[in-house]
């Protein structure tokens, strides 16, 4: 089963972003992933429209941060992309009369929903700024590390 990277993703653009001193093209943004520029621009749309990130058009133009990365959470970026589904997992339903199926999905449905929950809790607890953070010391420990400095520069 194929899982949900959008909310990485996104936080591996925004990241690019943060660190950049220009304006970064979607075009730009979508080598950082692997994609399509036009599903950049789709997600970094919906990021717009809550005052995360700004667009200019033209020569010089792109993308931008303009939130406080000390004042954006995981769990707000989780929720601008449309808050998917945190597990792979689900209940059978093939058969919704059957009592095994029934105890089976009640149990499972509890533990999911617990452990989701817990999860994007765990997410307002951590910042744009933490995640920062966390990357300019890792890039500081990678600095003669040709690979890291070519992730870094993409």
């Known amino acids: 089963m194929r899982r949900d990277s959008k909310l990485s993703s996104i936080l591996h653009v925004l ?3 943060a660190h950049s001193e ?7 943004l979508s080598l950082y992933l692997d994609t399509n520029p036009v599903l950049v621009r789709r997600v970094l749309a919906g990021l717009r429209e809550r ?5 200019g058009k033209g020569h010089g133009g792109g993308w931008s941060i303009t ?21 792979a997992m689900g209940n059978r339903i093939d058969h ?34 933490d995640l920062s953070k966390q990357f300019n010391h890792l890039y500081t420990q990678h600095k003669g590390d040709i ?5 870094a520069e993409r």
């Not at 005052?51 to 667009?55: I, K, L, Q």
Request: glycine share 2%; proline share 4%.
């Open 147 to 151: 690979h890291a400095h070519q992730s």
């Open 15 to 17: 990241l690019h972003m």
């Open 96 to 129: 919704p009369t059957c009592l095994v199926e029934k105890v089976v999905n009640q149990s499972l449905a509890s533990a999911f929903d617990e452990a989701e929950a817990l999860l994007i809790e765990r997410f307002k607890d951590v910042t744009l700024a």
């Open 51 to 55: 005052g995360y990130v700004s667009s």
């Open 22 to 28: 220009v304006p970064l093209t979607s075009e730009q």
């Open 67 to 87: 939130c406080d990365l000390h004042q954006v959470t995981l769990r707000d970026i989780y929720e601008a992309v449309g808050s998917p589904t945190v597990f």
